[in-house]
């Protein structure tokens, strides 16, 4: 009986590093400092944090939101209401921008590339 319940632990061990390695891999190459180009194709940075957070400068102001990986794109709330999404397209990076109220499926207001910096 013992032995069955310890294969079981070491199991249910095993599945939980598998989930846990295979999620931080993801977000991992997200996570970090991302030059950007704004709407009126200012330069901002953007700052990824590995709790889910996303903070960024834009102008003389911080700007601060959430954002988490979605299929393969990390998908940034700001709370301005401005949503970005980062993804990967070939061996480059494209940033998109859609304006406050507008869906992701509505042409981008916005599209630059974008590049991982830290």
Known sequence: MRLKR???YILLAKAILIVCFSNGVMAGEFEGSWLL???SGKPFEAMLSTDGTASGT???TMKHGTWKEENGVAVIH???GWTT???KKGDKYVKTAF???ASMTDTPTNTS???KSK
Do not use: L, M, Q, V
């Open 58 to 60: 834009h102008g003389n």
């Open 99 to 101: 304006k406050p109220g």
């Open 37 to 39: 180009d704004d709407s």
């Open 78 to 80: 700001w709370n301005t």
């Open 6 to 8: 310890s294969k079981f």
């Open 85 to 87: 999404r980062i993804e």
């Open 113 to 115: 590339a974008a590049i």
